[in-house]
């Protein structure tokens, strides 16, 4: 491994000034990095795809606490580990979907170490990514994206692009885009908050790029707005090659808001493994506003989610397989959500 500074400031100011302050300029060495559980920036460092000239422990710069806020909505602690936030009591009762997307990801052990705002930053597992010796646009902007003829299975078909056809890894990215969610930063410069929406980009012709946060920004915590009237009605579905320690092929995170006579009130939606961010269409949510839940319905809801879906990869690795596998993943998810919660609650991967 390549030689790094190491700082552990004690409030958020401190940590941002680390961040800025100048590094020796060797032409091999990547820009500093926060480093919270390093549960993917230490791999990515092993694997020599970054190698940054110092790394700024955020342990004790932001909360690690989950708290529930006065107004209904809850706040999850940038170092909150990912295990504590999902047994956490208020997470458990009212967000049950966003305890099983946290769940349903990694291994106990990986949870256990992983913190909230690592966890909206890490990196693709796109498989030619974490090869130094191959071309990757995401890796080196411009010099290619082999998975476009090679090995495709896990990655995406909504929103590629000609230089990156990826997908964002996470589980709990995508219960955190059909809640709602709320990204706070800070900087330097000030704070602002960023629309889960908003948060994760598309690759487009910069590839490279993961996300709306900039290189001097820290991620302090996010908020899920009041969602108790999702918590009687929700899965997060996730199909993967093997039941524990895999990343998805397709996850469905639903969750739907029945009224007394049992007709969805409002509905969310969002996909996993099939986009560079978790995919949610608001006008497929909007079809189910007003009727009782229904398989034809919810045919028509995953039609309307899959309608620009585009196989990529050529051969034994193209992904031509999800397509249809999404589209039977959101109608079970919704079918399944209409008849109350399932809960995942991580026993079966231990
Ligand atoms: Fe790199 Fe993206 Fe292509 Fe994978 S899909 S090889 S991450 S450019």
Same mark, same amino acid.
């Given at each position: 491994?390549?030689?790094?500074?190491?700082?552990?400031?004690?409030?958020?100011?401190?940590?941002?000034?680390?961040?800025?302050?100048?590094?020796?300029?060797?032409?091999?060495?990547?820009?500093?990095?926060?480093?919270?559980?390093?549960?993917?920036?230490?791999?990515?460092?092993?694997?020599?795809?970054?190698?940054?000239?110092?790394?700024?422990?955020?342990?004790?710069?932001?909360?690690?606490?989950?708290?529930?806020?006065?107004?209904?909505?809850?706040?999850?602690?940038?170092?909150?580990?990912?295990?504590?936030?999902?047994?956490?009591?208020?997470?458990?009762?009212?967000?049950?979907?966003?305890?099983?997307?946290?769940?349903?990801?990694?291994?106990?052990?990986?949870?256990?170490?992983?913190?909230?705002?690592?966890?909206?930053?890490?990196?693709?597992?796109?498989v030619y990514?974490?090869d130094?010796?191959v071309p990757c646009?995401?890796?080196?902007?411009?010099?290619g994206c082999p998975a476009r003829e090679g090995l495709?299975?896990?990655?995406?078909?909504?929103?590629?692009?000609?230089?990156?056809?990826?997908?964002?890894?996470?589980?709990?990215?995508?219960?955190?885009?059909?809640?709602?969610?709320?990204?706070?930063?800070?900087? @330097? *410069?000030?704070?602002?908050?960023? %629309? /889960? !929406?908003?948060?994760?980009?598309?690759?487009?012709?910069?590839? $490279?790029? +993961?996300?709306?946060?900039?290189?001097?920004?820290?991620?302090?915590?996010?908020?899920?707005?009041?969602?108790?009237?999702?918590?009687?009605?929700?899965?997060?579905?996730? @199909? *993967?090659?093997?039941?524990?320690? %895999? /990343? !998805?092929?397709?996850?469905?995170?639903?969750?739907?808001?029945? $009224?007394? +006579?049992?007709?969805?009130?409002?509905?969310?939606?969002?996909?996993?493994?099939?986009?560079?961010?978790?995919?949610?269409?608001?006008?497929?949510?909007?079809?189910?506003?007003?009727?009782?839940?229904?398989?034809?319905? /919810?045919?028509?809801?995953?039609?309307?989610?899959?309608?620009?879906?585009?196989?990529?990869?050529?051969?034994?690795?193209?992904?031509?397989?999800?397509?249809?596998?999404?589209?039977?993943?959101?109608?079970?998810?919704?079918?399944?959500?209409?008849?109350?919660?399932?809960?995942?609650?991580?026993?079966?991967?231990?």
């Amino acid at each position: 491994m390549n030689p790094f500074e190491y700082l552990k400031p004690s409030d958020a100011r401190a940590a941002l000034e680390g961040i800025a302050m100048p590094t020796p300029s060797n032409a091999w060495q990547t820009p500093p990095r926060f480093v919270a559980g390093g549960t993917n920036l230490l791999d990515l460092m092993k694997e020599n795809v970054v190698r940054p000239s110092r790394l700024v422990d955020i342990n004790r710069a932001v909360s690690d606490k989950v708290e529930p806020m006065p107004d209904g909505s809850v706040r999850l602690g940038a170092a909150a580990r990912n295990a504590d936030t999902a047994y956490h009591a208020v997470v458990s009762t009212q967000l049950p979907l966003l305890a099983s997307a946290i769940l349903a990801g990694a291994s106990p052990q990986i949870r256990n170490m992983a913190s909230n705002g690592g966890n909206l930053l890490q990196r693709t597992r796109c498989v030619y990514f974490y090869d130094a010796g191959v071309p990757c646009n995401k890796r080196a902007p411009g010099s290619g994206c082999p998975a476009r003829e090679g090995l495709a299975r896990q990655h995406a078909v909504l929103g590629a692009s000609p230089h990156c056809i990826a997908v964002h890894p996470s589980d709990m990215c995508v219960a955190l885009a059909a809640l709602e969610a709320t990204v706070h930063v800070r900087s @330097l *410069r000030g704070e602002r908050d960023i %629309a /889960f !929406a908003d948060f994760h980009t598309l690759p487009g012709d910069t590839p $490279d790029i +993961d996300s709306s946060l900039a290189a001097d920004e820290l991620i302090e915590h996010i908020t899920i707005p009041p969602s108790g009237q999702y918590a009687a009605h929700s899965i997060y579905l996730k @199909l *993967r090659e093997r039941q524990s320690y %895999a /990343f !998805a092929l397709v996850s469905v995170a639903a969750a739907l808001d029945l $009224d007394g +006579d049992g007709r969805i009130r409002s509905a969310r939606l969002a996909l996993g493994g099939v986009a560079h961010k978790p995919w949610r269409d608001l006008s497929a949510e909007g079809l189910m506003t007003g009727h009782k839940p229904h398989t034809d319905l /919810f045919e028509e809801v995953a039609s309307t989610v899959l309608r620009s879906a585009q196989p990529q990869g050529v051969g034994a690795g193209n992904n031509a397989f999800k397509i249809p596998m999404a589209r039977r993943a959101v109608v079970r998810a919704l079918e399944t959500a209409a008849l109350g919660t399932v809960t995942n609650t991580g026993d079966n991967v231990r």
